[in-house]
């Protein structure tokens, strides 16, 4: 089976930048972030309809791409899509809890909010008071779960330094 780091967190907190970095650092395949591809086709605002599709796509491209790697790192996956979910819709999904709860091959990296929030049409939450409550959305689900995970903070060339070491550490 696959080793897997999922890079997961709030909105502009790194996980694409760092994601492809890594997977470049590795020279192994990497899982994208299927929301942002999804919304910029849809054109109009998104249903919680849309959200679950997105997850549902986001995790298929993630086993398929498992079945082709030793090493994957995966830009989000259905954690994002739950703590998306809750805030919207305060609702939880079962098929998402449940697969959160099924053992795995996962190692977290959550990326800290510590860095500046960069403008995108696709977020949000620009707010400092926001990027706070939701980092600690992601805190109580990955401890929910009991998923293993580490905090990535400091500029880009630190959370890269800091991931290698979490990741020489797993393999």
Not at 26 to 38: D, L
Not at 63 to 82: C, G, Q, R
Not at 95 to 122: A, F, R, S, T, V
Not at 134 to 143: P, S
């Amino acid at each position: 089976m696959a080793k897997q780091f999922v890079i997961t967190g709030p909105e502009s907190t790194g996980k694409s930048t760092l994601t492809k970095m890594l997977a470049q650092e590795y020279n192994t395949s990497w899982v994208k972030e299927y929301a942002r591809e999804y919304l910029n086709k849809l054109g109009e605002d998104y249903t919680f309809e849309d959200v679950i599709e997105m997850a549902k796509i986001q995790l298929k491209s993630e086993k398929e791409a498992i079945l082709k790697n030793e090493l994957l790192f995966l830009d989000t996956d259905l954690t994002v899509f739950y703590v998306w979910i809750k805030e919207k819709y305060n609702k939880e999904v079962d098929w998402i809890n449940e697969h959160l709860d099924q053992p795995h091959n996962k190692i977290y990296l959550l990326c800290d909010i510590d860095i500046p929030w960069e403008e995108d049409p696709l977020r949000e939450h620009p707010s400092i008071e926001d990027r706070k409550r939701l980092f600690g959305n992601y805190v109580e689900l990955l401890g929910k779960h009991k998923l293993s995970y580490y905090i990535i903070s400091g500029d880009v060339n630190a959370r890269l330094k800091k991931a290698k070491e979490i990741i020489e550490s797993s393999i």
